[in-house]
């Protein structure tokens, strides 16, 4: 069985560009999350996605972030404009509907210089 | 906000020894806690769950223990390998939203 495909890996930008990150779920996989990881911390949901629909999106940063998932299967994240602090690993997770046991991609490590 | 919390950064044992990781929360509306392992360069994966009304799941090599009158949940390694050392995270999940909220996790590292 395929995994959670991110990509890019890497990526650096200058503050104040745009950045998009993609994911590819787990097939079959109705629900999808994007959460950013800070060096030594624990991963922070960002945004949850039902099938194509949002189920939470209260912590992400509205002004700068957005996410879609365009037919309830693959998702980007987009950030415009960067700022300095947005540097990190983004993870794109996958679950069945209602699983506690969520599959994760390696990440897309973010760097903004 | 967070609701799960670690209290130790770090825990080292020893190779062969038993590895208790430890984890306070505060919402008791939880309806499951989780472990999850993160090596280093890796998403984190899925160890085990244990539902809200449960006190005691037990895996391959793990156990899990959730003491709902202190809020405290623990995740015990027995026999701990050098391919157990990574970052753990304990994590809470509401079921009516299947919202996974992770805490700051505990690095663990293996002597030989």
């Known amino acids: 069985e395929a995994g959670v495909a991110q990509s890019p890996r890497y990526k650096i930008i200058e503050k104040r560009q745009s950045v998009a990150f993609w994911c590819n779920p787990i097939?079959?996989?109705?629900?999808l999350y994007w959460y950013q990881q800070i060096l030594g911390q624990g991963p922070k949901l960002l945004i949850q996605?039902?099938?194509?629909?949002?189920?939470?999106d209260s912590q992400l940063p509205k002004d700068r972030f957005s996410a879609e998932r365009l037919k309830g299967v693959d998702s980007t994240l987009k950030i415009q404009p960067a700022k300095l602090e947005d540097s990190a690993v983004y993870l794109c997770a996958s679950s069945l509907e209602g699983g506690a046991e969520a599959f994760f991609g390696q990440g897309t490590r973010l760097t903004v210089v | 906000g967070e609701s799960v919390g670690l209290h130790l950064p770090t825990l080292s044992v020893q190779e062969g020894d038993n590895s208790i990781i430890n984890c306070a929360y505060s919402?008791?509306?939880?309806?499951?806690f989780i472990w999850y392992k993160q090596e280093s360069g890796k998403g984190p994966q899925f160890i085990i769950d244990i539902r809200s009304n449960m006190d005691k799941r037990q895996g391959q090599r793990v156990t899990v223990l959730l003491n709902k009158t202190v809020k405290h949940l623990s995740l015990q390694i027995a026999a701990t390998q050098p391919g157990d050392s990574a970052v753990y995270f304990c994590?809470?999940?509401?079921?009516?939203?299947?919202?996974?909220?992770f805490g700051s996790g505990t690095r663990l590292s293996i002597r030989p």
């Open positions: 996605f039902q099938n194509n629909g949002v189920v939470d």
């Open positions: 994590a809470e999940m509401y079921s009516s939203a299947s919202k996974i909220i």
């Open positions: 919402n008791s509306a939880s309806d499951y």
């Open positions: 097939s079959g996989h109705a629900t």
